[in-house]
């Protein structure tokens, strides 16, 4: 997954950062195909250059050595809502249909089955990104027809489009799971299958997704980690194994 | 004279943060003073209201302790790790915690709210939340049209805590505080606030700030209270001081995943030393994590 991400960003983008798996794609790129990719995190750090994998988004190797560190309200108001992000990477513990993101409650918001952390910056990442990415682990839970909380929003909200909403960004143009890559359609703006990962089927990724998937009418065949991928992702950015260990099966990069 | 507002936590504390108050440890990952919050704990504060962007540890204890009646947030994690688990617990009605009233927005909007009480504003307008529900789960999030342009913006009220405690690495006795690394929202709070407690790594001379005064963040002026507390953000970090202490947020989810682990906790390292300098002296093992030398340049102030 991180691999696959990490082929999403071009040198020379100014990409957000959340910790975890898009933290681990963007320094992925940085180390291989997009050296002059900006990292901004949330916390204040621009043009970050870490010289050890960020155990949280405010590390303070993301200080040493970076290009500028400022107030978050810079960060929100002269970077983001400024228009200065191209590509902004989300996660969540639900994403639906139409790319929708939960990662506020499971359940009614009053009395949540489970409370889950919150927006963050997330819900103004997915209204100003340019462009946003959504990584998470297939399966249908995760993926319902509609989430129970639209934290960060997707293509539709109520029947209403992000043009109809005055919203600056192109929205989650893309959803990276472990098993198969989802696309933002650009007129009905559902999640449409549009790639596949060696030895997946159409409907293994069907059965991880709570809705009717429509897909490309070609789908892409997605190449599995370069050799020079998993060296620097197992050997410089994460040699400890704290993000990769939970996917020794390898699907993780 | 302005010295006398140096003065050891227990003073500060007691003087400046009551019953009732809305209270902000603010601090983004770096600089949170947990010294503060665990003497707000010791004292027994009650009723408080808890605002900061990301709760954080720190207020999963003051809400385990049963500080709090209210958090105002907009990020309530365990960065990197999980739950914060008390907070969870009051959140989803299972009772070792009483219930937590909340009003939540995201990042942004937290602080736009520090932006207009610091401003002195009723409220900052904002792009955003069009297309979430978090307009709908709070309605102090509202709208207003633009007379520029006709544009709806969002708007949130501004906040104005009672208090404001501030971590930094260094003051002069008057309370100009000079912080560098992650800034976080620490300025506009601050200013926001009708007292401030500012808690450093070290007092230095009043030359020693204004051989550098660009990084001053907080002036003299709108200082209630100067407390010198060495390793006072442990387990958050002070860069040039001393790094994250992730072993310990690691630890966390295993010790507020269970009441009587966590009161264990709260027992052991808050009620049951007198201050910072005994937390400190029960885990010597803390100075592994003292920063390493990367100085700057430096520039000249001369004309």
Not at chain 2, 69 to 76: D, G, H, T
Request: charged content about 20%; hydrophobic content about 40%.
């Amino acid at each position: 997954m991180a691999a696959v991400a990490a082929r999403e960003l071009r040198d020379g983008e100014v990409v957000f950062v959340g910790i975890g798996l898009p933290n681990l794609a963007c320094n992925l790129a940085r180390g291989t195909h997009a050296p002059r990719l900006a990292l901004i995190y949330e916390s204040g750090a621009v043009g970050a250059v870490p010289e050890r994998l960020p155990v949280s988004i405010g590390d303070p190797a993301l200080v040493t050595g970076s290009l500028m560190v400022c107030g978050m309200a810079d960060v929100f108001q002269l970077f983001l809502q400024n228009g200065r992000i191209e590509v902004g990477f989300l996660g969540g513990a639900q994403v639906d249909r139409y790319g929708n993101i939960n990662t506020t409650v499971i359940g009614p918001y009053d009395r949540p089955t489970v409370r889950l952390p919150g927006s963050g910056g997330a819900a103004e990442i997915a209204v100003h990104a340019r462009r946003t990415l959504i990584v998470a682990q297939l399966n249908p839970r995760a993926f319902p027809e509609r989430v129970n909380f639209v934290t960060s929003p997707g293509h539709r909200y109520a029947g209403r489009t992000r043009r109809e909403l005055g919203m600056p960004g192109a929205g989650p143009v893309k959803v990276i799971t472990d098993k198969a890559v989802l696309e933002g359609d650009e007129v009905s703006g559902e999640m449409v299958l549009a790639g596949l990962y060696p030895g997946v089927t159409v409907d293994e990724v069907q059965a991880g997704v709570g809705w009717p998937l429509a897909r490309r009418e070609r789908l892409e065949a997605v190449a599995p980690p370069t050799a020079t991928e998993l060296r620097v992702l197992r050997n410089v950015l994460d040699p400890k194994g704290l993000f990769l260990k939970k996917q020794s099966d390898g699907k993780t990069e | 004279m302005a010295s006398d507002k140096v003065m050891a936590m227990r003073d500060a504390v007691a003087r400046f943060v009551h019953d009732g108050d809305t209270v902000v440890i603010e601090g983004f990952t770096h600089l949170i003073c947990f010294a503060a919050g665990h003497e707000i704990i010791r004292q027994g504060r009650r009723d408080l209201t808890l605002a900061r962007l990301t709760p954080d540890l720190i207020y999963d204890q003051m809400i385990a302790a049963g500080c709090a009646r209210k958090l105002v947030f907009s990020w309530a994690g365990n960065p990197g790790v999980g739950s914060l688990h008390a907070f969870r617990r009051a959140i989803e009605g299972r009772r070792a915690e009483a219930a937590l009233e909340i009003e939540e927005y995201s990042h942004f909007g937290m602080v736009a709210r520090f932006a207009a009480g610091a401003a002195r504003l009723p409220f900052w307008p904002l792009r955003n939340y069009m297309g979430t529900d978090l307009p709908r789960a709070n309605p102090r999030i509202k709208t207003v049209t633009c007379p520029y342009t006709g544009e709806a913006l969002a708007t949130v009220p501004a906040l104005n805590p009672s208090v404001t405690i501030v971590h930094a690495q260094r003051a002069d006795a008057a309370g100009n505080t000079q912080m560098w690394g992650l800034v976080g929202v620490q300025k506009e709070a601050a200013f926001a606030s009708q007292r401030v407690i500012v808690v450093v790594e070290e007092l230095v001379p009043e030359e020693v700030i204004r051989s550098d005064p660009n990084r001053t963040v907080i002036p003299s002026m709108i200082v209630s209270a100067v407390v010198v507390e060495p390793w006072g953000a442990h387990p958050s970090y002070a860069q040039g001081y001393y790094d994250r202490d992730n072993d310990f947020y690691v630890a966390w989810e295993n010790v507020s995943r269970d009441p009587d682990h966590l009161k264990r906790y709260l027992d052991d390292f808050v009620y049951g030393v007198p201050d910072r300098a005994a937390y400190l002296a029960k885990q010597p093992q803390v100075t592994r994590l003292k920063a390493k030398e990367r100085w700057c340049a430096g520039v000249n102030y001369g004309y």
